[in-house]
């Protein structure tokens, strides 16, 4: 497992029909010529916990309405885009940058993705519910790669904070065929 509590961009990690999508966004983007990376990609819940308390009990900003385990981003089914310009991240959103911003969910839409009407950079799975999650109803397509990540998440879980993790799903999720 990764450093739990460190921003991870690494999309390999992503459910991958979920990572596809992403890839496909941030191609055509790069194809037009627009500076968007993926900023956070698979995030676990102890980085969770962390940006929940960020702005409640730890000083900031609040940055997240997720606990750990109600973010998409904790079973690999969310990442966060933001603009890359000259080596730096920008959540700039001001003037001709927002219609940078509206075509990058515009684009994730195309590919089956949804955003948050709160969160500008985040594009998730479109479809799930949160609480089908929780029970471990995954989306079909997973290969062992992505679930044995979440499975990791799940067992290293100290269990921080008043959401639980999902239980174990006895079987893997369907493999593609």
Same mark, same amino acid.
């Given at each position: 497992? @990764?450093?739990?509590? &460190? ?16 890839? #496909? ?9 627009? +500076? ?7 995030? *676990? ?6 940006? *929940? &308390? ?20 904790? *079973?690999?089914?969310?990442? #966060? ?35 948050? @009407? ?13 609480? @089908?999650?929780? &029970?471990?109803? *995954? ?5 062992? @790669?992505?679930?044995?990540?979440? #499975? ?14 999902? +239980? +174990? ?9």
């Amino acid at each position: 497992m @990764s450093l739990p509590h &460190a921003r991870n961009a690494d999309v390999a990690l992503l459910h991958p029909v979920f990572r596809a999508a992403v890839i #496909d966004v941030h191609n055509r983007l790069t194809a037009e010529g627009i +500076p968007f990376k993926v900023f956070e990609a698979f995030r *676990y819940p102890e980085r969770q916990a962390d940006l *929940y &308390a960020q702005g409640r009990t730890k000083p900031g900003a609040i940055v997240t309405k997720a606990r750990p385990w109600t973010s998409y981003h904790q *079973y690999g089914l969310a990442v #966060d885009f933001v603009l890359y310009e000259n080596g730096k991240w920008s959540w700039e959103t001001a003037g001709a940058k927002r219609k940078w911003w509206q075509r990058m969910q515009d684009l994730g839409r195309e590919m089956g993705l949804e955003a948050l @009407s709160f969160e500008l950079p985040h594009l998730q799975l479109a479809g799930l519910k949160i609480e @089908s999650l929780l &029970a471990g109803e *995954y989306p079909a397509g997973g290969d062992d @790669s992505w679930a044995e990540n979440v #499975d990791a998440a799940i067992r290293g879980w100290q269990g921080r904070g008043k959401v639980p993790p999902p +239980p +174990p799903v006895p079987e893997r999720p369907a493999m593609p065929a």
